[in-house]
């Protein structure tokens, strides 16, 4: 009987010392980051609504590196503006489609090479019933015009304090505002503002693009936030980002959004 005994405290004991072993070992194992991401609604790029996961360019992108780096992405919808806050703000920790300029830099981190590249111009719309006619820039002086709220056109025309923009909160209500008639002119870049107006059904045949324009070679970078450039998954997510970049391995996707691929020397 006391053998019998024996033998049951020692089973005992031992499940008890595996289920330990077990626990500690569960514990020890580390759930998978989460890395946030800011996305606005930027047709043909990225697509937000109320019903369904938001998509696009961008995300195709960071759920490939979160299946190299095992982190999970959290997608924040946001619009434009509120994005950039939060990106600034560390609320969010990565944000696309940005226009690289010195003063965002101080702001955020750009990550090399640039992802998106557009060969286009930055064109100025009127209703097709006015008058106006921009020939050349310095007749834009006395036109009111929208713009995008945080939004980086050209460096002439961000920093010419005598111009009279007129900021919103998306590029939908840019537009809006012109056909309203509560501005002359609205700004957008041409190749993809002519594909979201008819995304958004928005009546283009109402609008002309003007004579003057500004044609640049258009870069749109990754950026991260301060606070997450300051965090060991940052590191390897830069490496990661410019390895896989290097490797082509976006190059795919970036060709079903009608883009070309990645140019390593972009800047």
């Known amino acids: 009987m006391n053998k019998l005994i024996k033998h049951v405290q020692f089973l005992l004991s031992a499940m008890l010392g595996f289920y330990a072993f077990s626990a500690s070992c569960n514990t020890n194992i580390n759930p998978p ?33 979160a299946e190299e780096l095992n982190f999970s992405l959290q997608i924040i919808p946001c619009p434009f503006t509120r994005c950039l806050k939060m990106v600034k703000e560390g609320k969010v920790d990565v944000l696309g489609e940005l226009i690289y300029t010195p003063e965002r830099a101080k702001d955020f981190d750009f990550l090399r090479p640039a992802y998106m590249v557009l060969h286009s111009s930055f064109v100025f719309y009127a209703l097709n019933n006015s008058n106006l006619t921009v020939q050349n820039y310095a007749e834009l002086a006395d036109k009111r015009i929208a713009v995008m709220r945080g939004a980086a056109y050209f460096s002439k025309f961000d920093n010419d304090p005598m111009l009279q923009k007129v900021e919103v909160d998306t590029e939908r209500i840019v537009v809006e505002m012109l056909l309203k008639g509560r501005v002359d002119l609205a700004i957008s870049v041409e190749v993809t503002a002519d594909q979201r107006m008819g995304i958004l059904n928005q009546p283009s045949g109402l609008l002309k693009k003007l004579e003057y324009r500004y044609t640049d070679e258009i870069m749109g970078h990754v950026v991260i936030s301060k606070q997450f450039a300051a965090t060991p998954l940052a590191d390897k997510f830069q490496a990661t980002y410019k390895k896989l970049a290097e490797q082509g391995k976006f190059d795919d996707i970036l060709k079903s959004y009608h883009l070309p691929p990645i140019r390593l020397a972009a800047k």
């Open 33 to 65: 980051q989460r890395v946030t991401l800011g996305i606005f609604h930027s047709p043909p790029y990225s697509y937000v609504d109320n019903t369904s996961r938001p998509s696009g360019l961008l995300i195709e992108v960071l759920d490939m590196m």
